[in-house]
């Protein structure tokens, strides 16, 4: 049975993606990576505030849950266990892993040059040309971290599942659908701590850490502990029907907890505040919020929804390169009004894109290095 609501949040998630890296590349907290803002203060950077904490975790904990279904069909189709491991790592090899690492030398190497082109930075003169090339590579992964994570996590999770042949660990997480809506929500709302205690782990001050805003942006520990909160509980339809169930409390609080975040944090260079309190609890506030109000809401589909979910994969590999070429060219070479830039560089941004991914996936073996695809007609994402 496929969930079409888990499709909506995975590609409005992306579309978030795309937006976000827009304002980001604009912010004037001096955020990692950006290319410098208009004003000292902008008060439009408040979209920045609104989605980092929550919006990556959220496709974190979707993958988990959607890798429990998969290996659920793997296991009603193939004759053991063992092979529908085989099979889950193959694909997601294919999806993740290649795109990941080869499609760096088909098409993120020209990020890579971009990125540092845009930044000021520079290569040594006398580099050669074959090694200029490597670095730009490597150095153009952007949001292909998310991908890789994904993928070490699929391993592991394998690695969880030998250990546990008996489901028990899926089995006891279970147990939680038997109470009221109403308990359930509040339990899971507690795990907020849990998000707490691995967000601890990763720096809070880029003079302490010169590699905090790498860190910060993998964070693999975090993440995994979404992945593995969607697989083992939130994949129980019980406990998702709880989560619609108190959708509206929920989204209060999701409100509640973006307001007091942005209040006390405006201004702050917002990813070095991973380890604080409220920064986990409003992630996860959010993530609850929103698995809960599209199983009430989200659960139907359209043309363009039905061409969302099969392209949100694609034109979240492609999107950062037409972005930050657009951004960096309008700020530097224009002198358009603000709002201008904005606009243009979101059309650009979503067009460009769409056309890379419509363009790209129909050429054989670049589909394969950059998507994971191997025929034409590829199965949704």
């Known amino acids: 049975m496929r969930r079409v609501y888990l499709d909506n949040i995975r590609w409005i998630t992306v579309v978030l993606v795309l937006v976000y890296h827009v304002f980001y590349l604009f912010n004037a907290e001096g955020v990692f990576g950006g290319i410098g803002g208009f004003a000292e203060v902008q008060y439009q950077d408040v979209i920045e505030y609104v989605l980092y904490p929550w919006f990556m975790l959220l496709l974190f904990v979707v993958a988990g849950m959607c890798s429990r279904y998969a290996l659920e069909s793997l296991e009603a189709k193939l004759p053991s ?38 930044s000021g930075g520079s290569i040594p003169e006398g580099v050669p040309g074959v090694i200029r090339y490597f670095i730009y590579a490597f150095t153009g992964i952007g949001p292909l971290w998310f991908i890789q994570d994904l993928w070490l996590f699929s391993l592991l999770l394998v690695v969880f599942r030998l250990l546990d042949k008996k489901d028990r660990a899926y089995a006891f997480c279970g147990k939680l659908g038997n109470m009221s809506s109403i308990t ?15 967000a601890q782990w990763f720096p809070g001050s880029t003079e302490a850490h010169p590699w905090a805003g790498l860190l910060n942006l993998y964070r693999p520990l975090f993440y995994l502990v979404g992945f593995l909160v969607g697989y083992y509980v939130l994949s129980h339809e019980k406990v998702t029907d709880a989560l619609a169930e108190q959708r509206w409390a929920l989204l ?71 972005c930050l070429a657009t951004a960096w060219t309008l700020k530097t070479m224009t002198t358009l009004p603000v709002w201008a830039i904005y606009v ?24 394969w290095m950059m998507f994971g695809i191997k025929k034409t007609k590829e199965k949704k994402l």
């Open 344 to 367: 243009i560089t979101l059309l650009a941004t979503f067009l460009v894109s769409i056309a890379l991914w419509e363009s790209l996936r129909r050429i054989p073996l670049i589909r």
């Open 252 to 322: 209060f609080i999701g409100i509640t907890c973006a307001v007091l975040y942005v209040y006390r944090n405006f201004g702050a260079d917002y990813p070095m505040l991973a380890p604080r309190r409220l920064t986990n609890v409003y992630a996860w506030m959010a993530v609850l919020a929103m698995l809960g109000c599209f199983k009430a809401w989200g659960n139907k589909t359209s043309g363009f929804a039905t061409y969302m979910t099969r392209s949100s994969f694609g034109l979240y590999i492609v999107h950062y390169l037409p």
């Open 184 to 198: 359930i929500t509040v339990s899971l709302m507690a795990l907020a701590a849990l998000f707490w205690l691995a």
């Open 81 to 118: 266990r063992k092979e529908a491991h085989r099979q889950f790592i193959r694909s997601r090899t294919t999806k993740l892993l290649v795109p990941s690492t080869l499609g760096l030398f088909v098409y993120h190497w020209m990020t890579g040059y971009l990125n540092m082109f845009a």
